[in-house]
């Protein structure tokens, strides 16, 4: 079995709890084995890198520094949080691309006794982990209850597929492996233009006219493609999204009820998992009714915002190839 | 003195040595004078006998300086210090002819490529050229005189590609009476020029002025048309190339075909014809690409043949009024002998869908620009009807956006040329077709050449909407009002610094040109390099843009690099120049610097062998030894240094001139007096 | 909205004094390879920005202005405090620019210089900073106290329900929880703050 060393980050321990919740839940039927990194400290999100350049970077490090002492033959650190993993995934490239900043920042660690050799570790986002070392066929088989008829925009958001320093996402705008893996769990999944657009980011704290801006136009289009719920891998867009829902519904005069959830929730009820174990019910804007979809028949919707499947008249081109990782995961699957 | 006692010249050579200023390109950097002073001394123990420098060595002064010390001090030897062998050896060699000197006793070495401009400390790029000019010394010693080989040319050529640019070549080569063979790889010649419908700035039929010169090269009694061919091996060497083309089976026997028609009109297999209508139309299994495809006879596309496929239909062999049909055709093998070769393989198009964020192949109504050609051309899947991919819509917005793959580090980092003027001609032919408005995104207009900006503004009296910026993306997800069911290009507007949403109906990407996919692969078999892009490497970027560093062998058209069709076209005649020439030469002169085996030597490890650029290495498998054809080699010692046995050595570049050399250029190392500036 | 203000007001220099160092500057002190100066005005980042609308430069201008040594209207503008760090500029820039890193750059050169228009995104950045330097994890109650009874007290009572609904629901916890060996962390960052100041004091 495959382990993996695990940073949480902040997020997970408060306002992300039902994401930990619904890890916990499900490593075990999926074989994915993670070890917290100790005493790990936040990744300064993107507030310190804002203030001080080594500091910012010397405070990411620690945590690279931790896991790589505790790794034990093991290489690869996995973040749950977007922030989180690109902090991580940033600190380690930008150290190798300019030796410079990663002398004085293992300058810095030295004060606590703690160095890290840019490159020693693997920075990988759970996703990641979960499509390409798990497996879409392995997580098929363990689907109990399909999602049948739940309408599912799969939502990205900015860091997990962007700047992608080591090339491990299909594309940087319409990445397909959120999508493949709720189609696995039996879903409906749109396809969402946004999947990629910001959520607002800390805008919420600092500009909140911003913000709703942005989580407004997010909502209204998985809403015009009728998404019953969004379903995201980053704390911070779903709290975004989320707790501020309603305060962008006051500020637009609109009525939008979009749940946002996190994936391995939806992947822990298609796992036959129960629902109060998942997470679910901590999330403000309530998925109960998007849950009572499943299991129910597909009604006749006619009128849903799809992109015609057929074009008529000219032929549209071929889809491009997906990148090696997919299509090579593809082969062996089948 | 140490080392160099060990080479010791009989004492009969005198060696003359000429330092060149090359106004201040060396002389700025590199204390010349005292080059030459140190020459004269301290070199004289090694035959010099005078040294001099002046500022052009390379003006009929600077030459008639080195003559006249020939034959007046009786030199035997010359070293010039100067610039790269590329550039003047042969003006030395061949005054050091005129003075009655055998040309290869001149040896040239530089002091500017790899001294002055790549040094920025006076002192220490002066003792460089020092020792530069030692180690010529020394190697010279070692210099034999040469006589250059000479071979006869053959008067065919065979061109690759049957592009614009290779029609023009092989019409100016057939016209001046001699015989070429034009390859090209699909059913018919015209390349991407036959798919256009209007050509800028001038806006010309693209039918109408090709198709007379692709009947004129059908025709053409000294012309060979090889279509649906392919070169698979070439051999030998300028003058006498044996080149092996693989003619692919058409299935029809084109002694009996009349080229009426009937067998596509019959055909029951429909596909979609990825590369005249790119992707926008369709074809049959038997097929001519388009109505005055040159040669007029079809091809049967195997793959996609019901016959082939299930055994049964044979449709078209049913129908065909002169039993032309013929399954049981094979591909044939044939030989060629040629004297030069021109290679006009032209550009593949970037793939458009790699700019995920531009939509192409996820949104319906984002076209690439030769799809454009395609919809605007009257004989194209929509009959010249510029409508969106519902085949009926007319657009009444459209935006064009330029470099989309070009001048993008993520994709290719060069300017494609073409797509400016190509975006203005889209946009004066959706203005005229359709009344739509129209808008052209670009980062810098270029139209440089002789009417193209005069077209430019043209479309803009047409009231064009210019919007300087690089499109950020095209996107169905609407966000204001006006925006529902379109499609929304948000860009900055850098000229007015703000950004902007612009919905419109559809959207044509102006996708830049690229090297053939295989481009690599066939500049192998050729023989010559490709630059880190792709493209094929011409002799010299400004002073010899057709010729490639393997003689006999030319590069035409869009296979050198991005261009339009007038450039292209004047390439395919300036390579047929060139061509021409050495065709008239009858004979010509090899360099005589060569490799050779010393058979005693070789072990016959195979190692060399195909290693060689120029595929001048044989290995005689009887003998288990090595050998190498002095007409192919060109000299340039990759075999001399791979060869584990020290078996190969090159005239001119002999074991013993280049350890002469290291020695000379060390003297200053083990020189047993103190280094003199 | 807060109202805008600015701390201490810069003192007054000569009009059209090119500062031609700054290009240079913002480069060396942007973590990794800037590649700033490989610019061509193309304006992909100003039209892929989700929140240009708010910016009074797109990042574009700004780099023209950092280009043309206009130092002050540089670290003046709201932009980089705008950037959502989104990385679609990053991305699609056709000369590789890392722009998203440039903005944390100008930010950090902003604060030091005491040049901005409104103080509500450095403050946020600061007292979340202050929070993890003596927790080692970031904070969430304190910070949206804190930061919110300073720059939206009218707000307070709209975000209430949501707040009340992030600590019902277990989503929010009142009491900070501090990492183990909080005397490394100091001692690291105190560390890193004396490279950082030897290298751009």
Redesign the interface.
Known sequence: MAKYLLYPGCSMESSAKAYADSLAAITKPIGLELEEIQDWNCCGATEYLGISLTPAYALITRNLALAAQQANGHRTVVAPCSACYLNLAKADYYMREQPKLGKMVNEALQAGNLSYKPGSLEIRHLLDVIIYDIGLENIKSKVVRPLTGLRVAPYLGCMVPRPDYEGRWSDHEHPVELDLLLKALGAEVIDFPLKTHCCGGHMTQIGPETAFELIRRLIASADQYQADLMATLCPMCQMNLDAYQSETNRHFGTNYHMPIVFFTQLMGVAFGIAPEKLGFGMELVSAKKALEKIGLEIPEQETLLTRPKKAEGLPMPKPLPLKHQVAKKDEVEK | MTKTTTNQPDGQEKIGVYVCHCGSNIAGMVDVQQVAQWAGSRLKDRGVVVARDYKFMCSSLGQELIEKDIKELGLTRVVVAACSPHLHEKTFRTACERAGLNPFLCELVSIREQVSWVHTDKVVATQKSQAVVSGGVERVLHHEPLEPLTVPIHPDTLIVGGGIAGIQAALEIADAGYHVFIVEREPSIGGHMAQFDKTFPTLDCAACILTPKMVQAGTHPNITLLTWSEVEKVEGYVGNFDVTIRKKARKVNVEKCTGCGICQEKCPKKI?DDVYEA???YRKAIYTPFPQAVPKYPVLDVKNCIFFEKGTCKACQKFCPTDAIDFEQQDEILNVKVGNIILATGYDLF?A??V??YG?????NVF?SIEMERLTNAAG??NGQI??????TVPKAVGIIH?VGS????FNNYCSVICCMQSLKFAHLVHERTGATVYNFY?DMRTPFKDYDEFYQRVLEESTLFV??????V?????LPGEEGKLII?????LA???RRIPVDMVILSTGLEPRRDSREVGKLFGISCSANGWFTEKHPKLDPVATMTEGIYIAGCAQGPKDIPASVAQGAAAAARVLGKIQQKEMALEPVRASVIEEKCSGCRICNNLCPFNAIFFHEDRMVTEINPALCQGCGTCVAACPAGAITGTGFSNEQVLAQIDGLLLLNVGDEPIPV | MATPQTLDPPKAVPKMIEDLTLLEEVSARTAGVSRLEMCIQCGTCGGSCPSAADMDHTPRMLFAMLRAGMRQAALMSNTPWICVSCYHCVVRCPQNVHIADVMYTLKGMAIEAKLFQDSTAPDFSQTFVDMVEEYGRSYEFGLATRHYLKHFPLRLPGMAPMGMGLLSKQRMSITPTRIKDIKQLKAILKRAKEIEGDNHG
């Open positions: 979609i992707g926008l139309g793939d869908r790699k995920t964020n192409y192949g996820r949104l319906a690439t899947p929509t409508v969106l991919r519902d085949g009926k470099c001048r993008d580090r993520n980062i300087r910026g690089k499109v950020a993306e996107t169905d997800a609407a966000r948000q860009v900055e507007d850098t610094g703000k950004q």
